[in-house]
């Protein structure tokens, strides 16, 4: 009974707060103190997705996690533990489609690693297309095989394709976890900020995402190079190229294009507008 209300409670609680600041959507993991995601959570960044995605105005998604110490510590053990081996099996799956959801929205998105990033949460940052840490904040590393599992929401396949093979097996089968300076050098994590607090560590990211919105970027065509990149990595040769050459005939037809064209033409800046 008291596990119901603790669904029950958590289901009626913003677990992922939504802010749109500029061009950017800022989607904040809240639920302490390690911001593990419950059914209830993936179901909200979901939602929250979707809802940056159709916003017109939106050009790049922030993830973040409350609070100083967690971006994410990956899902909810105790959650695990109580439930079916059937539900688990649905969750895994809820939880991938969202992340594979976030992965190909024709959107940047940026994982803003505030704090110890470990398990599912590496898992959900590596479906980001650009991840930034604060240094000193936490540790990071997909653990799993601690608990006598595989990492399961795309970490096996993701970590792999940033690291190679090889790589990748020992990272999961020693179950380490280590500093975001050495996952900068592995590949996993693209920079690493300093930042007294985490508050002036997102300034620092947003600042560094608002240079792919509008008029700064055009923020179509970043989002076109991210879907060439996404689709035609899994795709042969001659049929990547093939997208390619569709997404570039889109982006000809756009009124960024026209401007950027012919503000080189001018000698001048091009004011982007995202169209």
């Known amino acids: 009974m008291a596990k119901v209300v603790e669904d029950t409670a958590r289901a009626a609680r913003e677990l992922v707060h939504y802010e749109e600041r500029g061009g950017v959507a800022v989607l904040t993991l ?125 970490g096996t396949q993701r970590l792999a394709r940033l690291v190679g093979k090889a790589r ?37 990211v947003l600042e560094y995402a608002a240079q792919f919105t509008p008029p700064n970027r055009a923020a179509k065509a970043v989002g076109h190079i991210k879907r060439a990149v996404q689709t035609g990595a899994e795709l042969p040769l001659a049929e990547a190229l093939a997208v390619e050459r569709e997404l570039q005939q889109l982006l000809f037809e756009s009124e960024d294009a026209r401007e950027g064209l012919t503000a080189y033409v001018e000698k001048r800046k091009p004011q982007f507008k995202g169209r």
């Open 30 to 154: 809240d639920d302490p103190p390690a911001n593990t995601y419950t059914y209830e959570m993936m179901q909200q960044l979901d939602a929250a997705i979707l809802r940056a995605r159709m916003a017109d105005h939106v050009s790049v998604l922030v993830l973040v996690g409350a609070g100083e110490k967690f971006f994410c510590a990956g899902a909810n053990i105790q959650m695990l533990a109580e439930v079916s081996p059937q539900f688990k099996y649905y969750f895994c799956l809820h939880a991938n489609e969202t992340l594979n959801r976030l992965e190909q929205t024709p959107k940047l998105v940026i994982a803003a690693l505030n704090g110890h990033t470990v398990g599912g949460g590496l898992e959900i940052a590596m479906a980001a297309d650009i991840r930034i840490a604060r240094r000193g904040a936490g540790k990071i590393g997909l653990p799993e095989v601690n608990l006598g599992v595989l990492p399961g929401t795309g």
């Open 168 to 204: 990748a097996i020992e990272l999961m089968a020693t179950g380490r976890t280590f500093e975001f300076d050495e996952a900068r050098d592995l590949g996993i994590v693209h920079d690493v900020y300093d930042a007294e607090s985490r508050d002036a560590f997102l300034e620092k």
